[in-house]
């Protein structure tokens, strides 16, 4: 069984060989540990893959930060720190007045026939083919800001379905072009967490959000590929809705959610892809603290017939040894049902 399809398995409960792990890099990881993060890299390559030394071009991710950068719709975005995304600071629609004069990107403004050579080329080899779709609940709040958008939601001014609807528009082109190219996967990413719960209470999330996310994502599984939705913070009490949605995978944070929370509420009913504590663990932990994290998790969650994976994110904030422990956690305890 090659990876693709032992992901595939996982996300449908269908019997995988072993547990999958996404171990994610943040450029800013590189930039900090530069050559000492390459070796570990090269060490584990069931883990990342096969790499050669000298791929990583550390002052090419340097030089390409920019602290400002406007994004299409208009948001002014500053990133402090190289290699970790940044923050809207500049709010197009701050004034509902301003809806008149909003000019969406274009969704298919991509080079198409490059993406769908490479996802093609991708198919042959036997990789796992992913499409994504844009930002839902980030879009409004960098269009209008926090406060705002939660008092939007509050009193339903009309001007919040229109731009809802423009957020809709916008995204269709894209998400059905790459349901055209046939991709196993579409991912969809927008950030509707805090660390308690929500940001947005059950009912708002029912009426502004869900009818947009169901009808993507519906739209996706109907064309035969399957849905991943990420999103930070706890989503316990929306899971439900997640699933009547289509969602098939969703990223539950272990500190945002607890283990107890996301065992109770994802283990046998949706792909739980497990994002390990980033917020103590893996950056102040012991190693052998991060040995015992990894291994609780799967301990708690591993079934058979699937539903359960890892995302391990590598930030600045992980000491080399804690890098080093988890990568030999995640080998030691995901790989050994194989």
């Not at 547990?19 to 530069?34: C, D, Q, T, Y």
């Not at 090269?42 to 000298?54: A, S, T």
């Not at 999103?231 to 995978?249: A, F, M, Q, R, T």
């Not at 102040?284 to 359960?308: C, L």
Request: net charge negative; charged share 25%; proline share 6%.
């Amino acid at each position: 069984m090659n990876n693709r399809e032992n992901y595939l398995r996982a996300l449908q409960f269908d019997g995988p060989e072993w547990i999958p792990v996404s171990a994610f890099i943040l450029n800013a990881a590189w930039l900090k540990h530069r050559e000492a993060l390459e070796s570990i890299v090269l060490d584990h390559p069931r883990l990342f893959g096969e790499r050669k030394k000298g791929e990583i071009n550390f002052d090419g991710i340097l030089a390409s930060h920019k602290e400002y950068e406007r994004d299409g719709w208009g948001c002014l975005w500053r990133a402090v720190q190289p290699g970790i995304i940044g923050q809207v600071v500049g709010h197009p629609l701050l004034d509902w007045e301003a809806l008149e004069t909003i000019v969406p990107p274009d969704p298919l403004a991509d080079d198409w026939e490059a993406i769908e050579t490479r996802v093609q080329s991708e198919k042959e080899r036997g990789l796992l083919t992913r499409g994504g779709g844009a930002y839902f609940m980030d879009t409004l709040i960098g269009m209008r800001g926090f406060e705002n958008i939660m008092m939007d939601f509050a009193t339903d001014p009309p001007e919040l379905q229109r731009l809802i609807d423009m957020i809709m528009e916008y995204n269709l082109p894209a998400v059905n072009r790459w349901l055209d190219i046939g991709v196993d996967i579409m991912g969809f990413h927008s950030d509707i967490g805090t660390q308690r719960g929500p940001m947005m209470s059950r009912e708002h999330f029912r009426k502004y959000l869900k009818p947009m996310y169901k009808s993507v994502f519906q739209t996706c599984r109907q064309r035969g590929a399957l849905v991943e939705y990420s999103s930070d913070g706890n989503l316990l009490e929306l899971v439900d809705d997640l699933i009547d949605c289509g969602v098939d995978c969703h990223d539950p944070q272990y500190r945002a959610n607890t283990l107890e929370g996301i065992v109770k509420t994802y283990k046998g009913r949706m792909c739980a892809k497990v994002d390990l504590d980033q917020q103590y663990i893996l950056p102040y932990g012991r190693p052998e603290q991060i040995d015992a994290h990894v291994r609780e998790v799967v301990e708690a969650m591993y079934q058979p017939e699937g539903g359960f994976m890892i995302y391990a994110e590598i930030q600045p904030t992980y000491p080399l040894d804690n890098i080093e422990a988890l990568c030999k956690a995640l080998e030691k305890y995901c790989f050994t049902h194989e």
